[in-house]
């Protein structure tokens, strides 16, 4: 699950050209620990998940969704 939470997350902020800075700011994280994040060598938390959601103006079920 939490690949696929991590793969939605990339694809959709790439659909909405939203860099990684611009991520890490609006969750008050820097960009290094975003990335960290991003790529699975450290964990989303479930609040930055739903504030990631929020940011991304999708629902957080949307996420958690194979086949994005």
Known sequence: METIVRQNIY???LEKKFTQEYMANELN?????Y???EKGIQKFS???IAKIANI???DMKFLMEENQ
């Not at 994280?29 to 620990?33: A, E, K, L, N, V």
């Open 11 to 13: 694809k959709i902020r």
């Open 29 to 33: 994280i820097s960009q290094s620990q």
């Open 35 to 37: 990335s960290k994040k």
């Open 46 to 48: 479930l609040n930055e």
């Open 56 to 58: 991304l103006n999708i």
